[in-house]
């Protein structure tokens, strides 16, 4: 049996995931628990939020209520690290946003594959070779 292909969604992929032509796709897959979420993303996500009745429904409600987290560890960092190393010899470690560094390391950590709308993200899988996915739509 073929292994079930699970991700991990970037900020620029929760914000426009309900104008994508695949919403429905995805909020399939985040009900069966196939897509997760970092805690670097729900602090972004969390930092944009009004008052604190809108951060306990942003964190509780789907589509985020859904998600399993999937945290950082020792490994995860240690490889954003080399990472930004690798970015470095090509010229791009500034182009590469912290937190997207950390949720690709989180990602590659864990054997998931990250959603995302950001072009950092394929900056970064030049480099490690992970599997990257772009939210469809015309974003």
Same mark, same amino acid.
């Given at each position: ?45 969390? @930092? ?11 964190q509780t ?6 998600? +399993?987290?999937?945290?950082? #560890? ?10 930004q190393g ?9 182009? =590469?946003?912290i937190p #997207?560094?950390?949720?690709?390391? $989180? ?5 998931? $594959?990250?959603?995302? =709308?950001?072009? @950092? ?9 992970? +599997? =990257?996915?772009?939210? $469809?739509?015309?974003?």
């Open positions: 049996m073929a292994p079930v292909q699970r991700w991990l969604i970037d900020k620029s992929a929760h914000v426009r995931l309900p104008h994508s032509p695949d919403a429905e796709l995805w909020l399939s897959r985040i009900q069966r628990g196939l897509v997760s979420i970092a805690p670097v993303t729900l602090l972004e996500v969390g @930092y944009s939020v009004t008052n604190a009745e809108h951060w306990t429904a942003f409600t789907p589509p985020v209520g859904l998600m +399993p987290v999937q945290g950082l #560890d020792a490994h995860a960092e240690s490889r954003a690290l080399q990472v690798l970015l470095a010899r090509r010229g791009h470690h500034r182009a =590469v946003k #997207d560094l950390l949720i690709a390391a $989180t990602a590659e950590a864990a054997g998931l $594959t990250v959603l995302h =709308v950001d072009k @950092y993200f394929d900056l970064i899988a030049a480099v490690t070779g992970q +599997p =990257v996915e772009r939210l $469809t739509g015309d974003f």
